[in-house]
T-cell receptor, first 111, second 113 residues
């Protein structure tokens, strides 16, 4: 089968750096995506990794290691507005190339 | 402005009733999706459609039905056969194919009373 594991909750301080990890099990891996969802809102796309390495977009970066079936989202210079849930999602042959989602990591930011 | 619109935002249903959730997009996207989200959980795929007049079951299709008669519209019917329909329902669209970015509507929160 296929599964994704990410921490349920992470706490960090405003201005700091935080890393949210995601490990996955699937066959025919195609890519790993990250989405942000504020309470009661819709998920919004943050990043996508198909190849190994780091992708940077402003304060957010995403990393993938296909050999380790592992990725992470790195958030720098944390702001209070970054308080949200962050989901990793994989696309694979197992899922007929549709997104399969992790349970989400709730990021709590303290002043 | 281009986007994806779900209506209504809140919906109450009596047990034994069917109810239809609306999803419309003007992004000219080929692919559309319906997800269910329960509290503290990730998104689970109900149905998806990659082209007009065609759709496929996702992981939790039982008790749900869809249609895709127009490119812009992908309504979801929650039938009385769905045993536990109270949830947050999210509709999404994407260009399709290998493109991975999905755009979401604001969701419909369905409560069975």
């Amino acid at each position: 089968g296929q599964s994704l594991e990410q921490p349920s909750e992470v706490t960090a301080v405003e201005g700091a750096i935080v890393q949210i990890n995601c490990t996955y099990q699937t066959s025919g891996f195609y890519g790993l995506s990250w989405y942000q969802q504020h309470d009661g809102g819709a998920p919004t796309f943050l990043s996508y990794n198909a190849l190994d390495g780091l992708e940077e977009t402003g304060r957010f970066s995403s990393f993938l290691s296909r050999s380790d079936s592992y990725g992470y989202l790195l958030l720098q210079e944390l702001q209070m507005k970054d308080s949200a849930s962050y989901f990793c999602a994989v696309r694979s042959m197992d899922s007929n190339y549709q997104l399969i989602w992790g349970a989400g990591t709730k990021l709590i930011i303290k002043p | 402005d281009g986007g994806i619109t779900q209506s209504p935002k809140y919906l109450f249903r009596k047990e034994g009733q069917n109810v239809t959730l609306s999803c419309e997009q003007n992004l000219n996207h080929d692919a559309m999706y319906w997800y269910r989200q329960d509290p503290g959980q990730g998104l689970r795929l109900i149905y998806y459609s990659q082209i007009v007049n065609d759709f496929q079951k996702g992981d939790i299709a039982e008790g749900y039905s869809v249609s895709r008669e127009k490119k812009e519209s992908f309504p979801l019917t929650v039938t009385s056969a769905q045993k536990n329909p109270t949830a947050f329902y999210l509709c999404a669209s994407s260009i399709g194919g290998a493109n991975t970015e999905a755009f979401f509507g604001q969701g419909t929160r369905l409560t069975v009373v």
